[in-house]
């Protein structure tokens, strides 16, 4: 025997559990699958006689949502004896902090952070032995709580497992998916939920992710205003791995506020925001507005759920920049783009979809407003993420570009009554209001692409998965590509090349080896190009591997704040790449496969080419 329980509120689950208080079986905040438990004022789910026994190792699984914090200090969840003794339960005070306490009532450990309201993932690992000091350890939201350690936890085996609010009150708390593993059998027989990513990266494993596609793809940067609280601006994403989401980063622009900082702040210009003393046109105004922030599950056909909220903020928008720009240690006077939003530790799956929304909750938006900013591609080169893509493995014609997941794309609801939009609709419609603009027919300006980051831990380091953006620069450039993380044949190379232009001859160097092949691509275009090397090149991990081009392709910024906040171009990091004489900017030449996309099994033996994943095989294109 491993599992023990499972129970997610969907409709057959078993064992049904016993109920005290006001409860109810609702849509509203569900972990998983499409019910959950609801929990009004105080009250609890409850299993008994599953069969525990002593000296026997239990890991108890309490997911919840929270919507409010609670007037005094309650248990979320209970470990009982079977006669209705305490073994132990967290508690979570006015605050919203969480504590493990014993069955003495004494509190071990230190309280966590404050839990946003949203979704969280709780774990308690018990053993209860007969001379009453059993183990007792904790994780929440795949952070390690309670290391494990000797506790009080009485003498008396488990006897029931509570789940909801008791010995105060809370507007609602919403439990889903509660599971008990035992320490017995060849599976599920340890922690639910691992702890987040810690360990030092592997400098040979650098930047290794299993995607499919083009890592580069835009041409410059573009702003989407927020002056109505009725306009919401999605960034739609998908995790490569299971983590918890303490902050998420994306792009904004606020130069022409008011007051703040000097290197946002600006005069007045017009009806579309105020001038930023630089190039004429402000981004921002008034106080900055108030930025709503809502991570939240997607909807079947790909929508934002905006009625299954996992977490959210409400901040000042010139705040929040100024709390950005201390936290990622940018330098006075510099400007950042990036900002990040508050989510505490939600708890998110490994290849589902989620988005982040944001609105502008300011009493006056019109007056008081901010921009989002997103990098943009040519409409005709934008493939899957120009569209409201529901495909995890396109078909093998139509590849994701700018490192991103297939379904990852941005979308826009200009109204509450309106449709979602997607692709160059995003912004628009032009003239919606003063300012507002979308990419229909603008060319190289055409698709507002996600560009985002993230931390699994408040003190944590940033990930990100694309991290830079472009404004309107092309060149003939050597990407220097060091500690490749995989090894395998390369076979073609290309470019993102700006319309008008072209790449002309590509070259791709193994300096370890000295191989070298190149493709002639003067006659390919513009857009996304590429094709066969005249000669493959071999590399393996650890190599770097150069790439150059004769014609123009254009350029990716890593501008003095994305390297600060991201820490690109170093050589056992995330994106160990830099360009010769353009120092972290990244010329947008590639090889394929790509140097840093796990596209086949390292131990597979295959035929140079190009391959992608489908239904988890390897298929050629």
């Known amino acids: ?24 079986t609702v849509e509203t905040h569900p972990r998983t699958g499409s019910k959950c438990g609801k929990v009004i004022g105080s009250g609890y789910y409850q299993w008994a006689g599953l069969g525990y026994v002593l000296d026997r190792d239990y890991f108890i699984r309490v997911p919840f949502y929270i919507d409010g914090s609670p007037a005094g200090l309650g248990r979320v969840a209970q470990i009982l004896t079977a006669a209705g003794g305490v073994i132990c339960n967290p ?125 580069w793809g835009a041409y410059n940067v573009n702003n989407t205003p927020i002056m109505d609280g009725e306009h919401i601006y999605a960034i739609r994403w998908v ?24 290197e946002i702040k600006g005069e007045s210009y017009g009806g579309k925001g105020r001038d930023n003393g630089k190039k004429g046109k402000g981004y921002g105004d008034g106080d900055g507005g108030i930025i709503y922030a809502r991570l939240v599950t997607c909807r079947a056909n790909g929508e934002p759920n905006l009625s299954n909220v996992l977490a959210e903020e409400e901040v000042n928008a010139v705040t929040r920049y100024e709390e950005s720009h201390a936290e990622y240690g940018i330098a006075a006077g510099k400007l950042t ?24 909750a300011s ?5 008081n407003w901010f921009s989002v900013n997103s990098p943009v591609v040519h409409e005709d080169e934008a493939g899957p993420n120009g569209e409201n893509t529901l495909l ?13 997941d297939p379904r990852e794309a941005c979308a826009w609801r200009p109204g509450a009554d309106e449709d979602w939009v997607w692709g160059a609709a995003v912004g628009g419609p032009d003239g919606l209001l003063s300012g507002y603009y979308d990419g229909i027919g603008a060319g190289e300006d055409g698709v507002r692409l996600p560009w985002y980051g993230y931390q699994q831990t408040a003190e944590g380091p940033t990930k990100a998965v694309q991290p830079y953006y472009a404004y309107e620069v092309t060149g003939s450039y050597t990407l220097r590509c060091k500690n490749v993380a ?69 350029l990716l910024q890593a501008d003095s704040f994305i390297d600060a906040t991201f820490g690109v171009g170093d050589e056992n990091g995330e994106f160990p790449i830099t360009t010769d004489g353009e120092e972290n900017n990244v010329a947008q030449l590639f090889v394929l496969p790509w140097l840093y996309y796990e596209t086949a099994d390292a131990d597979a033996e295959l035929a140079p080419g190009l391959y992608i994943w489908a239904n988890d095989e390897l298929v050629a294109l």
Not at 7 to 23: C, I, L, N, R
Not at 339 to 348: D, K, S
Not at 392 to 404: A, C, Q, R, S, T
């Open 1 to 24: 025997m491993a599992n023990k329980l499972r129970y997610g509120w969907e409709a057959g689950d078993e064992p049904a559990p016993t109920t005290s208080g006001t409860v109810e």
């Open 91 to 215: 508690r979570l005070d006015a605050e919203r902090r969480l504590r493990l306490y014993d069955t003495e009532g004494e509190a071990l450990g230190s309280p966590s952070s404050v839990l946003a309201v949203g979704g969280h993932d709780l774990e308690i690992h018990v053993r209860v032995n007969t001379e009453g000091l059993g183990v007792l350890g904790a994780r929440l939201n795949g952070t390690e709580l309670l290391p494990d350690q000797e506790a009080n936890v009485g003498n008396e085996a488990i006897g029931r497992i509570r789940a909801g609010f008791e010995g105060s009150t809370i507007e609602a708390i919403y439990p889903d998916d509660v599971g008990v593993n035992d320490d017995q059998g060849e599976t599920d027989n340890t922690w639910q939920q691992a702890l987040a990513p810690g360990d030092p990266v592997d400098p040979v494993n650098a930047g290794k992710k299993r995607r499919l596609g083009f890592p």
């Open 239 to 262: 995790p490569d791995e299971a983590i918890t989401l303490h902050r998420f980063i994306s792009g904004f622009n606020l130069e022409g506020v008011a007051e703040g900082p000097e």
């Open 337 to 360: 783009q990036l900002l990040f939003m508050n989510f505490g530790g939600a708890a998110l799956k490994a290849d589902q979809m989620y988005a982040v929304v944001y609105g502008n």
């Open 363 to 367: 009493p006056d938006p019109l007056k």
């Open 392 to 404: 995890k493995y396109p078909e093998p014609d139509v590849m994701p570009i700018f490192g991103l």
């Open 486 to 554: 995989i090894g395998g044949t390369i076979t073609h190379a290309g470019g993102y090349v700006k319309t008008g232009e072209n790449a002309g001859i590509v070259t791709v160097k193994n300096v370890q080896t000295g191989q070298t092949g190149s493709v002639d691509l003067s006659a390919a275009g513009s857009g996304i190009v590429y094709d066969e090397l005249d000669s493959p090149v071999d590399r393996d991990p650890g190599d770097t591997v150069l790439i150059s081009c004769t014609g123009k392709v254009c």
